[in-house]
């Protein structure tokens, strides 16, 4: 029985990639709640752990209000979206949306640019969880550590994206249990006077030291945390629901999860004891929310803390990661635009697993090679930001050319309104980011273009079929 034949009369279901010439290879298993926790997961509500030194620093001390700012950056971009998922519901994401939204050559760059967030992130994960478990254990290197996460993550996404979504489920429990137990303890703590005395409002509003360049600054850094609730559009062909189902998840996850960013910097941000010599010196050993938690509720609560890094870190948030690469990888291989073999998928499971594979080589590879360097974990965290806020302003345009100027709709707010100040929102953030992500985000672009030209030389530019999605027609008069 197919997936039309089962739904529900007058239920949505999900549209056909036929139409796009398309044969549906993956398998239609994810309802809208499987979206959401994969996307939260992907996003970790407990990411700010890892990064909270940095985005402290960066902020002058206004962690809840750089994380405040950079949920609404991310909900604008939700917003396009969850408008390019409706005209084009197929894996693939920014590639895809750009591709047929603009033309497939900017869809191309935009695909190479996201290359930099979605294939590196999943090293990026690794070499943090390896470092944070060394920390615990350190009589197992780290280069174990890491390679213990590629394997264990490849298997369980060999195994299906049903396994993951199970997985993923589980490790969200687990997450927000340990972030309930912070918060209370920590909450706690603040009520019997521990922490410093700068005042309660200062995480979110600092006269001393308050500019909008400071937290937009801090906003390049604190998007890290929210990467990832894109990922949600690479499995628009696992998806079971409607095309709707792509955007109302993104939006969810953003904002139950942005909340949960907020409030946990927040508590975390009065019980830094010492916060100006933060801002001064910085946060070298990453372990500031660590030292936090420890002046909440001692040892246990930063060795509680910090296992949870590590493990949501390199298991829960590298597994959707690897699933969301592969994913593009296996749309971008489709379209000829990568070696064909990455599109192959298992006749058994329905899961893309030469590309699966290939993920976890150049995870690896990236993985150990950037632990031997001292500026490794900051290197890719710079190009994966980079990466990805570039690919989301090509994005953004992708929405304002095929709704707007291709199919004349006249729902100006979702279609004009959302992606202009979506873009305009990125374009601060990417001016005010880290030079050399800057640099090295260029000399990937420039790359990209070399690469993009041979393809076009050797006529592997791909013919995009079907008809041009929903493409706003039921939008036009608003």
């Known amino acids: 029985m197919t997936v039309e034949e089962a739904r529900p009369e007058g239920r949505e279901g999900p549209e056909s990639i036929e139409r796009y010439g398309y044969k549906q290879e993956l398998r239609r298993s994810l309802g809208f709640k499987d979206l959401v926790v994969y996307g939260l997961v992907f996003m970790v509500p407990i990411a700010p752990f890892g990064i909270f030194g940095s985005v402290f620093q960066g902020s002058g001390g206004m962690v809840a209000l750089a994380y405040a700012v950079g949920m609404l950056v991310m909900l604008f971009t939700a917003g396009s979206y969850w408008q390019m998922a409706r005209a084009f519901p197929m894996a693939g994401s920014v590639y895809t949306y750009a591709g047929r939204g ?7 760059l935009a695909g190479w640019m996201i290359f930099l967030d979605y294939v590196l992130v999943p090293a990026l994960l690794y070499l943090i969880a390896g470092v944070a478990m060394n920390s615990l254990v350190p009589d197992v290197p780290v280069w174990l550590w890491l390679v213990g996460f590629v394997i264990l993550n490849t298997a ?102 942005g909340v949960l ?23 070298p050993e990453g372990t500031s929310f660590y030292d936090a938690a420890d002046v909440a509720g001692g040892v246990w609560l930063a060795k509680l803390t910090a296992a949870a890094t590590a493990i949501a870190w390199g298991f829960a948030n ?15 291989a489709r379209d000829r635009q990568l070696p064909g073999f990455l599109a192959k998928v298992h006749a058994k499971r329905q899961v893309p697993v030469n590309a699966t594979l290939l993920v976890a080589i150049i995870s690896l590879a990236l993985g150990l090679y950037m632990e031997q360097r001292d500026d490794g974990i900051t290197l890719l965290s710079s190009l994966v930001n980079f ?42 953030v990417v001016y005010n980011a880290d030079v ?22 050797m006529h592997r530019r791909p013919t995009l079929s079907g008809i041009a999605g929903d493409g706003g027609k039921e939008d036009r008069d608003g």
Not at 102 to 108: L, R
Request: hydrophobic fraction near 55%; charge should be negative.
């Open 436 to 457: 050399a992500a800057q640099e090295l985000g260029f000399i990937w672009l420039g790359i990209g273009v070399v690469v993009l030209i041979v393809l076009l030389a």
């Open 261 to 283: 960013f907020i409030v946990q910097t927040w508590v975390a941000s009065l019980l830094v004891e010492n916060p100006d010599k933060l801002i001064s010196d910085g946060d």
């Open 387 to 428: 990466g990805a806020m570039t690919a989301f302003l090509t994005l953004h345009v992708s929405v304002v050319v095929h709704y707007v100027v291709r199919s004349r709709s006249r729902n100006w707010w979702a279609h004009l309104i959302v992606p202009v100040v979506g873009f305009c929102f990125l374009g601060y």
């Open 102 to 108: 603009i033309t497939q050559p900017v869809g191309f």
């Open 318 to 332: 590298s597994l959707v990661a690897q699933a969301a690469t592969s994913r593009l990888l296996y749309a971008m």
């Open 156 to 257: 369980v996404n060999f195994f299906g994206i049903e396994m993951t979504a199970r997985i993923t489920r589980i490790m969200l429990v687990a997450e927000l249990i340990v972030l309930t137990i912070f918060l209370v303890v920590g909450v706690v703590a603040l009520a019997q006077g521990k922490g410093h005395d700068g005042g309660s409002l200062t995480p979110i509003f600092n006269d001393e030291t308050f500019s909008w360049s400071l937290v937009f600054g801090a906003v390049s850094i604190a998007v890290l945390s929210f990467l990832g609730f894109d990922g949600i559009s690479t499995l628009a062909e696992e998806n079971r629901e409607s095309a709707r189902a792509i955007g109302r998840s993104m939006v969810a996850a953003l904002l139950l999860v």
